[in-house]
Each structure stands twice: as C-alpha cells, then as structure tokens.
C-alpha cells in the first residue's frame, strides 16, 4: 500500500510505501525494494518480539530510506499504522495503537486531526562547526536566524527558526552543497497574528495548485508555523513528521511557539502538508496528520 501523509487529499502529502507482510524478507530484500520504490521510506510490517507484545505492541515496523534503515520516522509512523488498520489490524487497546521500531515503542492515537503520534524526546547535539556553511548553502545571513538547535529523536535535524515565512518559503538552496555538508537541515518561522493570508505565489514558483496566490486553510484553522526541510539525498521533503517533532519539542520549550498549533509544510513543492501538535495533560507531544490510501496492490518480492 502507498499511503499519502499529512493530507486528506491524495497526491498533496508525503507518500510512504507499506509492504504488510514482511515475514521471511531479509535486510538485503527490504533494502533494495526500498531503493527501487525511491521514496523516501519504505516501511516493512513483522509481527511484534515477544517482549514487545507484552508491552503492548500490535506490530512491529522496519523503516528504510533508499540508502539506509532508519531507527525512526514521523510519516512512516503514521502511514504505517494507516495501512496496518485498513488491512484489518486489530490493536490490543481500544484507544490506542502501539508500534515497535528500532527506536522502542511508539504510541500512536485516533484523533479529530487524523492519526497522531506521542513523539520521541529529541536529544539536543552540539551545533555543528560548519554552521555559516548551511547558512551559504541556504542563501541566508546570520541575521536571519533567530534561534538555532541540532536535534536528534532518531533522526538528527539541525533545525534553524528564520525571521519570517517569506524567507522561508523564498529559499533556493544549493541542495548539492547541503547533500556535501552532511546535515539534514529544517527551517521555520512563526507566522504573526498579522498574517491572515500568507502569499506564497511569488516566493514558490512551483506551487502551480496554489495558482491564485492564497493558500487553502483546513478546518482546523491557519498555519502558525511554516515548515521545509532539506535532506541529505540532495532533495527537499515535502512534509517531515520527526522534524515537526524536534522542532515542537524545541520551539515550545524556548517559548518560541505554545500548542495547539498548525504547521504547514510542501509549498514549495506544489504540496499542501499540515501537521498538528497536540500537548496532553502529561506534557506528551503529539504530531499528527491525515493519511490516505493512494495505491492498494500486491508486490512481489
């Protein structure tokens, strides 16, 4: 199954493809299903280790991105968990959903904003030394960064809060140059009270289903945050749950941002991502979406 994430529009999120039954497939197989699909993960579903289940756990999930295995990953989650229901998966617990990954136990909730999941504490790294190089290589001045922070919640994401959407969304990074430096970078800004219908046809050229100018808002409300992300593959992602996460986590807790709030995220990229974050009463932080089936199949491997 390939699940779009972050939308409730196919073909406006982020895809992930879900192989369900993963029993018997090696490392080697998953990998290299993984590289043909070329997405940006590919998720293989297993029954869950003993231990887990006894934890609670419904499923267990392997992530790869073309090159690599990945601990953890937002949209991967949620389209994962997406895929396992509508093939009929039946979760222990009625109110929740419990996935094991390479990261531990991730709980993942049915919410009016789609599927959410309580998001990984992010590790705070020291800034790398080549920090003006990412500046140069995304076309910024040191002036335009408020606050800067390396994270890690499996991936690791140096995240850079920038003065305003419009930077945001005008930045013509050297993705070669990002690929060399080795960072995975997300940027961000807050949009003010002010903004009440952010422009983007001048600053993303390639935003053709945005052709009048003025983003679509959701039924939850405006964006009060405006996200992209650059990778390491040399590609921009169109919408980043584990980013989201770190960036929420750090936001939040720098007094940047107070949730509930709204990201939106792909723009640049003719999508239209929107991400929920959610805190409960414990303090957990959700990051949250909707998903929807684009290809249903069978695949052989």
């Known amino acids: 199954m390939t699940v779009d994430v972050f939308t409730a529009i196919p073909y406006k999120g982020n895809p992930v493809a879900v192989v369900l039954d993963a029993t018997g497939l090696d490392t080697s197989v998953m990998q290299a299903f993984a590289r043909w699909t070329n997405l940006s993960e590919t998720t293989f579903v297993l029954p869950p280790s003993d231990a887990a289940r006894a934890q609670g756990a419904d499923y267990r999930v392997r992530i790869f991105t073309p090159a690599a295995e990945m601990p953890f990953a937002g949209h991967p989650t949620l389209g994962t968990c997406h895929a396992w229901l509508a093939s009929g998966g039946q979760p222990q617990s009625?109110?929740?959903?419990?996935?094991?990954?390479?990261?531990?136990?991730?709980?993942?909730?049915?919410?009016?904003?789609?599927?959410?999941?309580?998001?990984?504490?992010?590790?705070?790294l020291p800034l790398p030394h080549n920090l003006h190089e990412v500046y140069r290589a995304?076309?910024?001045?040191?002036?335009?960064?408020?606050?800067?922070?390396?994270?890690?919640?499996?991936?690791?994401?140096?995240?850079?809060?920038?003065?305003?959407?419009?930077?945001?969304?005008?930045?013509?990074?050297?993705?070669?140059?990002?690929?060399?430096?080795?960072?995975?970078?997300?940027?961000?800004?807050?949009?003010?009270?002010s903004d009440?219908?952010?422009?983007?046809?001048?600053?993303?050229r390639e935003a053709e289903a945005f052709a009048t100018g003025l983003r679509a808002r959701p039924a939850q409300g405006p964006a009060q945050l405006e996200v992209r992300a650059f990778s390491t593959t040399g590609m921009e992602d169109p919408v980043t749950g584990s980013l989201n996460g770190s960036l929420?986590?750090?936001?939040i807790?720098?007094?940047?941002?107070?949730?509930?709030?709204?990201?939106?995220?792909?723009?640049?990229?003719?999508?239209?991502?929107?991400?929920?974050?959610?805190?409960?009463?414990?303090?957990?932080?959700?990051?949250?979406?909707?998903?929807?089936?684009?290809?249903?199949?069978?695949?052989?491997?």
């Open 94 to 124: 009625t109110g929740t959903i419990v996935q094991e990954c390479a990261k531990g136990l991730i709980t993942i909730e049915r919410t009016h904003s789609g599927l959410a999941f309580a998001t990984p504490d992010s590790r705070a």
């Open 138 to 193: 995304l076309g910024i001045t040191t002036e335009q960064v408020i606050d800067a922070a390396y994270l890690d919640n499996g991936p690791q994401w140096l995240c850079l809060l920038l003065d305003s959407p419009d930077t945001v969304l005008s930045l013509e990074p050297d993705m070669a140059q990002i690929k060399a430096l080795g960072h995975k970078v997300g940027v961000a800004s807050l949009y003010q009270d």
């Open 196 to 204: 009440a219908a952010p422009l983007i046809g001048r600053a993303c």
């Open 248 to 251: 929420a986590q750090w936001l």
């Open 253 to 301: 807790n720098q007094g940047h941002l107070s949730p509930p709030y709204m990201a939106n995220q792909g723009a640049c990229m003719g999508r239209d991502g929107w991400v929920s974050v959610q805190r409960d009463a414990k303090k957990q932080l959700w990051i949250g979406g909707h998903t929807v089936t684009c290809v249903n199949g069978t695949v052989l491997l």
